[in-house]
């Protein structure tokens, strides 16, 4: 069973500046998928950024990219310039490369963009 | 603009009543999930299908919920009867899995459920 693990339930930047949000996961597959998924305010859950374990390339969509190493089984998401809009619950989820497609997600982060 | 759609939006019902959810997933997605959330479990999922046949239902109890996809366009969670334990958010997403390769899952925006 794959297990993912967000290490810091909450935290918290100002405006413009960067932050890091951790994750780490279990896993004895080789091929699978991760993602970064945002829940503002509003509960809708919104994909950021997407990883396939068998690209060595790191993620990147705008303003937002990962650190993956696969080795270590981390996966860290940086927002930079961030905004207040950034201001939601961010989640970490593995989903292993088989027929099943099963997602495992993290507990979450909250992540609070200060003015 | 393909979005999963939920109903209802909220529910407040009374201990005992039977519950029903409703959910569209995006048309051509062929697996369904359903998720439940909480302060304090988190992201639990209860269910899935694919092509409408359920493959996973282990996060689910048995005795009270009861999930189903009559057709393509809808996927149903039952609950019966309903318990103060059960209020939580409960989110329906879809995802096309073609062959050995997986794309993200869409979610629906959520069904808050307040049992009394």
């Known amino acids: 069973a794959q297990t993912v693990t967000q290490s810091q339930p909450e935290m918290s930047v100002q405006e413009a500046e960067t932050v890091t949000l951790s994750c780490t996961y279990d896993?004895?597959?080789?091929?699978?998928?991760l993602f970064w998924y945002k829940q503002p305010p509003s509960r809708q859950m919104i994909l950021v950024i997407r990883?396939?374990?068998?690209?060595?390339q790191n993620a990147t969509e705008n303003r937002f990219s990962v650190n993956f190493q696969k080795a270590a089984k981390s996966f860290s998401l940086k927002i930079s310039d961030s905004q207040l809009g950034d201001t939601a619950m961010y989640f970490c989820?593995?989903?292993?490369?088989?027929?099943?497609?099963?997602?495992?997600f993290g507990d979450g982060t909250t992540l609070t963009v200060k003015p | 603009d393909a979005r999963v759609t939920q109903t209802p939006r909220h529910k407040v019902t009374e201990m005992g009543q039977e519950v029903t959810m409703r959910c569209q997933p995006i048309?051509?997605?062929?697996?369904v999930f359903w998720y439940r959330q909480t302060m304090m479990q988190g992201l639990e999922l209860l269910a899935y299908?694919?092509?409408?046949?359920?493959?996973?239902d282990s996060g689910m109890p048995k005795d009270r919920f009861s999930a189903e996809m009559p057709d393509a366009t809808l996927a149903t969670l039952k609950i019966q009867p309903s318990e103060p334990r059960d209020s939580a958010v409960y989110f329906c997403?879809?995802?096309?899995?073609?062959?050995?390769?997986?794309?993200?899952?869409?979610f629906g925006p959520g069904t808050r459920l307040t049992v009394l």
């Open positions: 896993t004895s597959e080789n091929n699978y998928y």
């Open positions: 989820a593995f989903t292993p490369n088989t027929n099943a497609g099963k997602s495992t």
């Open positions: 997403a879809s995802g096309q899995l073609a062959g050995l390769s997986y794309n993200e899952q869409f």
């Open positions: 990883q396939e374990a068998y690209k060595q």
């Open positions: 299908f694919r092509n409408r046949a359920p493959l996973d």
């Open positions: 048309l051509g997605h062929n697996t």
